[in-house]
């Protein structure tokens, strides 16, 4: 059987997207893979605040009071599918009574309202992250653009996702593999 034929499962890895990649959602974004199997892939994008939306505005909207140790905190956007939808990456120190997908050792991800109202009393899991929508690829569309050369693939830790600053969060993935950001370009040189 040939092993090349196999399909790779990207579950748990971070997508870095290349330079030039041509859809302005996705520019510069680091995203973390929750699930890739041949039915398709879904990630969120972990270095993009959102603009608008508050930890404690969509706690207010949804009407859960959080402890005053919370803090300031952004939601990120964490793609442009269901952006009415919630979820929260974090780490597996926590598990929902409803629903928790344990991506790995590392990773866990809810979608439900228990973990935030979990976050918002303080005894939610150690490092999270809370977004509004997903990315979403079909069956073959993300082994398409991988073969493009739109992404490229580095391995996920929690200090890359939960520990660094969002707007260096694309280099520093980059940085993980040995690539030098000034060295990507979405245009060929002139000579």
């Known amino acids: 059987m040939d092993s090349a034929a196999e399909p790779t499962d990207l579950t748990g890895k971070i997508l870095i997207a290349m330079p030039g990649m041509g859809d302005p959602r996705f520019e510069h974004s680091v995203i973390y893979l929750c699930a890739h199997?041949?039915?398709?892939?879904?990630?969120?994008?972990?270095?993009?605040?959102?603009?608008?939306?508050?930890?404690?505005?969509?706690?207010?909207?949804?009407?859960?009071?959080?402890?005053?140790?919370?803090?300031?905190?952004?939601?990120?956007?964490?793609?442009?599918?269901?952006?009415?939808?919630?979820?929260?990456?974090?780490?597996?120190?926590?598990?929902?009574?409803?629903?928790?997908?344990?991506?790995n050792d590392g990773f866990s991800m809810t979608g439900t309202l228990d973990v935030l109202e979990t976050i918002a009393r303080g005894d939610g899991p150690a490092n999270w992250m809370a977004m509004l929508g997903y990315a979403g690829w079909g069956p073959g569309q993300l082994e398409e653009e991988l073969a493009a050369n739109g992404w490229l693939v580095c391995d996920a830790t929690p200090e890359l996702v939960f520990e660094t600053a969002d707007a260096s969060k694309w280099e520093a993935a980059l940085n993980s593999m040995g690539v030098s950001a000034h060295l990507l370009s979405a245009e060929g040189g002139r000579a």
């Open 37 to 103: 199997s041949e039915e398709g892939a879904m990630g969120l994008i972990v270095n993009k605040p959102s603009a608008d939306v508050s930890m404690a505005a969509l706690l207010e909207q949804l009407s859960i009071t959080p402890s005053p140790g919370l803090g300031p905190r952004q939601v990120h956007f964490g793609g442009p599918v269901e952006m009415g939808r919630g979820f929260v990456l974090h780490s597996p120190d926590y598990m929902s009574g409803l629903t928790t997908l344990q991506v």
